[in-house]
């Protein structure tokens, strides 16, 4: 079984300062993970994905995100953020072994940007 | 902007009744999935079809099934509607077989059930 546990329902940020939002993560099997962006009455963006490469990540609009096996965590970072990166993130994972790509999502953090 | 689009944008319907939405994939890709998102959650699987038959399915009642087609387009059939089947409805394209299981989400449909 797999699932996604994404640790803060709303985060809080300043024009211009770092953005952390926390994940972790349970599988059986390795896994590839993703984080997906979603503005509001949008559909989902995928923003990075890892599958066993690089441990760290670059997506696009400068976030990134590092794996981390011994922690079972895929947090994802930006230095900077900005108004419009205000929307919903989604850590998901999958796993390729039993052929079906299903996506498990976590239940999402909401990114708030202050100006 | 992915190549995945849906349709219709937004539907109103009553209990009781069946509802059908359509989602047309990205060029290249043969796989579909469909993702059910209620207000305030992440998206749920409901079911991937591969080769126009059921490849994986989440927990989710017979009542909801769907098709694919040889041009890899996909239909969402929901029957006997409930209340809680109000939802933004999200279909997703990918590429089977390999390492390469990014899936690519159309903007989707919004469901309300009166």
């Known amino acids: 079984a797999q699932s996604v546990t994404q640790l803060d329902s709303h985060v809080s940020v300043s024009e211009g300062t770092p953005v952390l939002l926390r994940c972790n993560y349970s599988s059986s099997y390795s896994p590839s993970l993703f984080w997906y962006v979603q503005h509001p009455n949008k559909g989902l963006q995928l923003l990075l994905k890892?599958?066993?490469?690089?441990?760290l990540v670059k997506g696009i609009n400068g976030f990134e995100a590092e794996f981390k096996k011994s922690e079972t965590s895929f947090h994802l970072t930006k230095p900077s953020a900005h108004m419009s990166d205000a929307a919903e993130y989604f850590c998901?994972?999958?796993?390729?072994?039993?052929?079906?790509?299903?996506?498990?999502f976590g239940k999402g953090t909401k990114l708030s940007v202050i100006p | 902007e992915t190549g995945v689009t849906q349709s219709p944008t937004h539907l109103i319907k009553t209990r009781g009744q069946q509802v059908t939405l359509r989602c047309s994939s990205q060029s290249g890709h043969n796989t579909v999935s469909w993702y059910q998102q209620a207000l305030g959650q992440g998206p749920q699987f409901i079911f991937q079809?591969?080769?126009?038959?059921?490849?994986g399915r989440g927990n989710f009642p017979p009542r909801f099934s769907g098709l694919q087609f040889p041009n890899y387009s996909s239909e969402l059939n929901v029957n006997a509607l409930e209340l809680d089947d109000s939802a933004l409805y999200l279909c997703?394209?990918?590429?089977?077989?390999?390492?390469?299981?990014?899936?690519?989400f159309g903007p989707g449909t919004r469901l309300t059930v009166l």
């Open positions: 079809y591969y080769r126009e038959e059921e490849n």
């Open positions: 998901v994972v999958t796993f390729s072994g039993a052929g079906s790509y299903q996506l498990t």
């Open positions: 890892y599958t066993s490469a690089a441990t």
């Open positions: 997703a394209s990918g590429v089977a077989g390999g390492r390469e299981d990014t899936q690519y």
